[in-house]
Nanobody
Framework: QVQLVESGGGSVQSGGSLRLSCAAS????????MGWFRQAPGKEREGVAA???????KYADSVKGRFTISQDKTKNTLYLQMNSLKPEDTAMYYC???????????????WGQGTQVTVSS
């Protein structure tokens, strides 16, 4: 069983930055794909960024050039650096992991509990 715990959310003003972290349990053998998703009230969960174990990444068009996904395998931790934040980035952010390459599709097997990001104008 893979356990994921997000942290780093908070409230910032438009144009600000936040870095989200997702700590994974040590039992991550075979987990080759991880991603960040977000869900705003009344909206569907959407993929934000994904990363493969080889370092390949994929981003939603809405965050390209502003968000960066990365991973530290020595710490079993996934990161999402978010710069130039906008009010429309406000949402609950979740990290996810799987052995299958779902990339930005919300079909991952393992999910964290989420961390709230609020961006004010």
């Amino acid at each position: 069983q893979v356990q994921l715990v997000e942290s780093g959310g908070g409230s910032v003003q438009s144009g600000g930055s936040l870095r989200l972290s997702c700590a994974a349990s040590i039992y991550t053998y075979g987990i080759d794909y991880m991603g960040w998703f977000r869900q705003a009230p009344g909206k569907e969960r959407e993929g934000v960024a994904a990363i493969e174990s080889n370092g390949n990444t994929k981003y939603a068009d809405s965050v390209k050039g502003r968000f960066t996904i990365s991973q530290d395998k020595t710490k079993n931790t996934l990161y999402l650096q978010m710069n130039s934040l906008k009010p429309e980035d406000t949402a609950m952010y979740y990290c996810a992991a799987d052995r299958i390459g779902w990339l930005l599709l919300p079909r991952y097997t393992y999910w964290g509990q989420g961390t709230q990001v609020t961006v004010s104008s």
